[in-house]
């Protein structure tokens, strides 16, 4: 079955500086790879998604590329906020065709004011 | 407004005693999830519904059932909690398979705490 690995596990930047997580995926047949943001005491929030018949999507200061021969996704985030600072999933749906959500293990981003 | 609630929020029990932890959207999404969430390991599935009276497993069922008696509602039943059920639980919900319809919804968490 599909298999989502994400570095790093932690990730802390100053303000302003851009912050950047990577995940691989296994399963070749996989086509949509959303990114989540998820607050303290909060469910996770969608910010981005990309499927893939794209390479990059941007949306104001969030962008995620995907390599679909590397089969690798990144999330790129610049001129970051404090209020950047949150625990950020990555997700692949299984090639299962059961619109199974497989997740990364997360990244803790901290932005230092 | 559109949202998937969970209730209760928090919860602390002793092993063996059942319980309940429910789950419902008002987007009529046919696609319905409870997920678990402990550390280093992300959100793993627990069981899923692609629609009413139609459930799957998920990566970690065991201890766990669901029902899926109306298409809002999605109740995640422990018939007899251990201390390793001890974790954060998200209902999720999305329109169904493929286009936008892959898009999840979270609900804000269920803390599920088994002594």
């Known amino acids: 079955g599909e298999n989502v690995e994400q570095h790093p596990s932690t990730l802390s930047v100053q303000e302003g500086d851009s912050a950047v997580i990577k995940c691989t995926y296994s399963d070749s047949a996989s086509n949509y790879f959303p990114w989540y943001k998820q607050e303290l005491g909060k469910g996770p929030q969608l910010i981005i998604d990309?499927?893939?018949?794209?390479g990059e999507k941007k949306d104001q200061r969030i962008a995620v590329t995907l390599n679909k021969t590397a089969k690798h996704f990144s999330l790129h985030i610049t001129e970051t906020q404090p209020e950047d600072s949150a625990v950020y999933f990555c997700?692949?749906?299984?090639?299962?065709?059961?619109?199974?959500?497989?997740f990364g293990q997360g990244t803790t981003l901290q932005v230092k004011p | 407004e559109a949202q998937v609630t969970q209730n209760p929020r928090y919860l602390i029990t002793v092993t063996g005693k059942k319980l309940t932890v429910t789950c419902s959207q008002n987007m009529n999404h046919e696609y319905m999830s409870w997920y678990r969430q402990d550390p280093g390991l992300g959100l793993r599935q627990i069981y899923y519904?692609?629609?009413?009276?139609?459930?799957d497993k998920g990566d970690v069922p065991e201890g766990y059932k669901v029902s899926r008696k109306e298409k809002r509602n999605f109740p995640l039943i422990l018939e007899s909690p251990s201390p390793n059920q001890t974790s954060l639980y998200f209902c999720a919900s999305s329109l169904g398979r493929g286009g936008r319809g892959y898009e999840q919804y979270f609900g804000p968490g269920t803390r599920l705490t088994v002594t």
């Open positions: 990309i499927r893939s018949n794209v």
């Open positions: 997700a692949a749906i299984g090639g299962d065709n059961t619109g199974k959500l497989i």
């Open positions: 519904s692609m629609n009413v009276e139609v459930t």
